[in-house]
């Protein structure tokens, strides 16, 4: 099944803003990010926190332990994109 718009959108989205850490590492970080392919398939996120749009837009725009907050740089829009890709499992 073909991606949406609004997937393709997350998905570009996803490539140039969170995938260095979360896919490739190549900041070099010693405690490597979490992967985040299928996050939504289970009832928590890597974080222990629950799995839900709510808490995973907190996350992102708040950052946690070792990622740096996002608020600002991520539209409502941009966002909404952002959690629709991550809800295709990352495909």
Known sequence: MPLTAQEQAGKHLYTVRCAHCHEYNDQGLK??????????????????????????????????????PFAGRFSDEEMAA??????????
Request: glycine content about 10%.
């Open 31 to 68: 405690k490597v990010p979490p992967d985040l392919h299928n996050v939504f398939r289970g009832a928590q996120l890597p974080s222990g926190a629950p799995a839900t749009d709510e808490q995973v837009r907190r996350e992102v725009l708040s950052g946690r332990g070792m990622m740096p």
């Open 82 to 91: 952002l959690l629709a890709y991550l809800h295709t499992g990352l495909r």
